[in-house]
Structures are given as structure tokens and as C-alpha cells.
């Protein structure tokens, strides 16, 4: 049995990415996301489309592509975004370095789209080569404030000493990148497609003592939004540039690229805007006008219903002078329902509070007090009750 045929024998429901079919639920949401906040989760990512570019010009051609700066040591990432003319991204992405050799790792286009934008960006004569791993290899991803003792078990202790954006080859050829996008420790690994069955069923051996569960794409994608990691397929299809996105740290304004113009005027525009971090008890409906007294301020841009913090989180698009966390507002036609700012992320994640040479999952009594600190937020100090308007 190959290993997507095993997933459709385990998932109970399905989403497609980029092309490409993913388990979107295991279980239940609530169930799931627990794993990530609290345990470890497994999950299949294999949407992520992978590139494998190298050639003496292979450095040249990113450095004219990408708006970032491409000082990349050997065993580092660099997350950036490929950005329309106009300043919109349509790719999010990280570089790898491996000795010169490059691997990429995108999300918002199919991997033989994506292999066909690289292939012509490519100068007539230049020695690059470029490759989509899409047939070969896929990517799984294990998260959650215990996913460095799962994967201590599986690959050895030297996994844990491994920092945020840096990554390694195992043994067995598979490239373990130390990342994420649920606010806990996060692992990516892309796998030989053959080798995929086998890590999975092995995970799941070692994993019994630490209550791992298959973790698909809908509990990933709430937990970055609880989070404030950016998605393509929620903010990335929203119009908006990194300015308004608070994504100005994936580019660079000491080099030229192709929306820097665009971003500059954007910068410098009287009407600015910008995605601010908004909770409520009530739901959060995207497209809700939010206002300041009288005075429309800007609207609802997404929302979801957090399992973490049993109530409402979302991002409005405000205007700049209003972007603030610490604020109440007023949504929808009736500006009845209220609606607080604040500061990102909406959760506190465990894993901020797991030191790894001194906890384990294994360790209740020592765990208890750090349980209790799971999910608070802003709602400790804003009271969602009507106050006046733009004031804490």
C-alpha cells in the first residue's frame, strides 16, 4: 500500500491545495488541535510544492527574482514571498541553502506551475538547473510542544539543538526543517515518497507514550490563524500587499525587485491601512464594516471561531491611525456586537514555556502549572463588554 492510499483508508475528510488532495481531518477539530497545543500531531503537507534548484547561476537568478536579501549561510532558510507587479503575493516561500545547492519550498501555486515560472526566468546560457521533487518526494509535518522528544526518539537528542530556520540532512536522506506555522515546535521534513508509509507507521510506534494523533489541514490552519502566521489561502487572497499585511520583514527596500515601487507608494499613502489582530464573543463575520462611534474605521477580513480560547479571533483591515491593539469597536450594520484589538499572537502557546533540557510530556506533576498558562490572551485584561468606543 503506498502512502496516500493509507491515508484514504485513515482520514475522514479531504481538502485539495494546490492541486494536490490532503487529509483535512482525522477526527474532530476540537480533538485535533488539542494534539497541537498540548501534545504532538502528525500531518501530510505533500500540497507543498518543492524545487530543487542549482548551477553556478542558480544564486544569481533568486537574487533578481525574490524581494528579499539573499544572505543565506549553508543549513539556513529564508522566508520570503514572490510578489505580483503590483505588490500582491501569489507565493509563499522559503529557500533553503545546502551547500550552494538550493531547495524551495512554496505554497500557492501547483508544483508544475511553479516549475514552469522558475524554468523561464531562467537567462538564455545561464547554468542553472531546476528540478520539482513533486514526483519523488513529499512533506510531512509533526508540531506541538513535544515534537522535538518525538523526533529525539525517531532521529537522536541532536534534533533538539536545532534552531528556528535552519535545517538538516538524516541518514536516511530526508531533509528535517526546523519550522512551522502553529506557534508550537514545528517540524517539516521532506521524504522520499517510498520512505513516507514507513516513517509514519514508525512515528506512530514511538509516538503511543506521547498520545501523537494524525493532525490534518483544517486544525494547522486555524492554529496559524490563532497564531498570526500568514496563509495563501486566507490573507493571501485578500488583494493586499506585506505593507498592509505586516509583511514588510520578508523584503528588502535595499534592493531592487519588481513591486518595490508599488510597496513604496503604498508606504507612503495618506490612506494606509493594516491588518490588526480583533476577538469577540460574538461570531465575526468577514466583510462586517467596524466602526469608532460614527466613524467607519475599516471591516473584517477573517475570522474563525478559535478552539484554543472558546471564543471569536479574526483580523480587520483598519485604518492606520486606528491599528492598534488594546482598542474597542463596534461591527456590523447594527454596531451592536463588539470587537477588541490586540496584540498577535492571539494564544499563549505552550511551547514557549517548555524548556527542553528540563520537561518532558511524559512529566505530569511537572507539567500541571505550565497547563493552566495554555491559551490565555488579551481577553485577561479587555473585557468584551461595551465600553467606549476606541478605549480600553
Known sequence: MDFHAFLQSQASAWSEVDGVTVPARFSTLEREVKALRRGVGISDRSFVSAIKMQGEDAFDLLERCCPCEMYIRDGELRHTLMLSDN?????????????ETFFLFAEGMPSEDLLSFWCAEIPEGADVQVESLQDSHLMLSINGPFAWELLAELEGHQIIGFPYSTFYRAESGAL?????????????????KEQALDFWQRAFQKGARFDLLPVGLDALELCGMENFFFSMRREGTLGLTPVELQLQWRVSYEKDFAAKASLESVRESSERRRVTGIQSLAPLTVGDAVYSGEQRVGKVV???????????????????????????????????????TLSMPFVRNLSMLINPQK????????????????GQDALEDIELSGGEDGAV
Open 302 to 340: 477573517t475570522s474563525a471561531f478559535s478552539v484554543t480560547l472558546g471564543h471569536w479571533i479574526g483580523l480587520a483591515l483598519l485604518d492606520v491611525s486606528w491599528a492598534h491593539s488594546g482598542l474597542e469597536f463596534r461591527a456590523g450594520d447594527t454596531k451592536e456586537q463588539v470587537v477588541a
Open 359 to 374: 520537561h518532558s510530556y511524559l512529566d505530569d506533576e511537572g507539567l500541571m502549572p505550565l497547563m493552566g498558562l495554555v
Open 87 to 99: 505588490g500582491e503575493p501569489w507565493l509563499d516561500l522559503y529557500i533553503a541553502n545546502d551547500d
Open 176 to 192: 528535517f526543517l526546523r519550522l512551522g506555522k502553529t506557534g508550537e515546535y514545528g517540524y517539516d521534513l521532506l521524504i522520499a
